[in-house]
Nanobody
Framework: QVQLSESGGGLVQTGDSLRLSCTVS????????MAWFRQAPGKERSFVAV????????YYADSVKGRFTVSRDGAKRMAFLQMDSLKPEDTAVYYC???????????????????WGQGTQVTVSS
């Protein structure tokens, strides 16, 4: 069954905004760190942002800092990625991921995440 499901991708122009959503089912959402990764064609999957399970700590890749905001809603069992001032280099498939590792783990690497969504395409035209 699908446990993480993303939505909200699309085709936008430079400078536009998008909000990605990730719905978590059949997993203990409150116990999970939630992250966003992205993968552009021909490139490895790379870290974008993470929000810890307690919700108070967030961390961003330098390339998106100040433009993207990660959040979560425990009642809805959802994580979000608000993307503003989009650039063509943000074009990629975006994945949400969940981890129940201890908070001291390196949450910037894909290997720390057991649960993944199917991905949603974001394309930013120039």
């Amino acid at each position: 069954q699908v446990q993480l499901s993303e939505s909200g991708g699309g085709l936008v122009q430079t400078g536009d905004s998008l909000r990605l959503s990730c719905t978590v089912s059949d997993l203990p959402f409150g116990s999970m760190h939630m992250a966003w990764f992205r993968q552009a064609p021909g490139k490895e999957r790379s870290f974008v942002a993470v929000i810890r399970r307690m919700g108070g700590y967030t961390y961003y890749a330098d390339s998106v800092k100040g433009r993207f905001t990660v959040s979560r809603d425990g009642a809805k069992r959802m994580a979000f990625l608000q993307m503003d001032s989009l650039k063509p280099e943000d074009t990629a498939v975006y994945y949400c991921a969940g981890s129940m590792l201890p908070s001291g783990s390196d949450l910037r690497v894909p290997q720390s995440y057991k649960y993944w969504g199917q991905g949603t395409q974001v394309t930013v035209s120039s």
